[in-house]
């Protein structure tokens, strides 16, 4: 098993660009979490989806960031005309089921804005 | 929603002594409270977690206990070592679907 794989692990882009991130989960998981690392900050919640579906979006920003959980394929998180302030790591976590006991984050992507 | 605090933010011990990292909650309706390590520029990883209906639970040289009155909750790491050096994260998961609130780290540094 691979593991909770995402990609790309560094993503370098200039401020009005879009910035897209991958993550595919562990196999036979069907939920996924996304979360946001500022330096020396904690993990806060983005969003959190299930196939096809986003059950929870409270802490993602109205504005220029969506994501998505196809049928098929990788949850990708998207962020529009980034700006500086969007540097960060960003996680994904999958599991298998709602229960938060089976959370297995991927190694993130260090997003860096220019 | 869910407010976990986390203290201290850094924490330095020599090898061997005791290092103790305290969290409070704020939702009553909290039920689930795991702790995760992250080393420097790693994922985090789970090492142990408690539920509400237990007060402690020991992993080895881990351990973590939970006052539900008083909504806080603590990790315990005895006999440190430097490979125990990481940032430590606690959280807490409430609501339907159990999401997963963290603190903000405590960074924890084993002086050997």
């Known amino acids: 098993n691979a593991g909770v794989m995402q990609n790309p692990r560094h993503l370098v882009r200039r401020r009005g660009q879009e910035a897209r991130l991958r993550c595919s989960p562990m196999?036979?998981?069907?939920?996924v979490y996304w979360y946001r690392q500022l330096p020396e900050e904690g993990l806060k919640f983005m969003v959190y989806?299930?196939?096809?579906?986003?059950?929870?979006e409270s802490g993602m920003p109205k504005e220029r960031f969506s994501a998505e959980f196809p049928k098929e394929g990788p949850s990708i998180l998207r962020i529009q005309q980034v700006v500086r302030g969007d540097s960060a790591a960003y996680f994904c976590?999958?599991?298998?089921?709602?229960?938060?006991?089976?959370?297995?984050f991927g190694s993130g992507t260090q997003l860096s804005v220019l | 929603g869910e407010n976990v605090e986390q203290h201290p933010s850094t924490l330095s011990v020599q090898e061997g002594d005791s290092a103790v990292i305290k969290c409070t909650y704020s939702?009553?309706?909290?039920?689930?409270f795991p702790w995760y390590k992250q080393e420097l520029g790693k994922r985090p990883q789970l090492i142990i977690d408690?539920?509400?209906?237990?007060g402690e639970k020991k992993d080895q040289r881990i351990a973590v206990t939970l006052n539900k009155t008083a909504k806080h909750f603590s990790l315990h790491i005895t006999e440190t070592q430097p490979e125990d050096s990481a940032v430590y994260f606690c959280?807490?998961?409430?609501?339907?679907?159990?999401?997963?609130?963290f603190g903000t780290g405590t960074k924890l540094q084993v002086i050997p």
């Open positions: 976590a999958s599991s298998p089921d709602s229960t938060p006991e089976k959370l297995f």
């Open positions: 196999k036979g998981h069907s939920h």
């Open positions: 989806l299930q196939k096809e579906n986003i059950i929870d």
């Open positions: 939702d009553s309706a909290s039920n689930y």
């Open positions: 408690i539920r509400s209906n237990v």
């Open positions: 959280a807490a998961s409430s609501g339907g679907y159990q999401k997963v609130t």
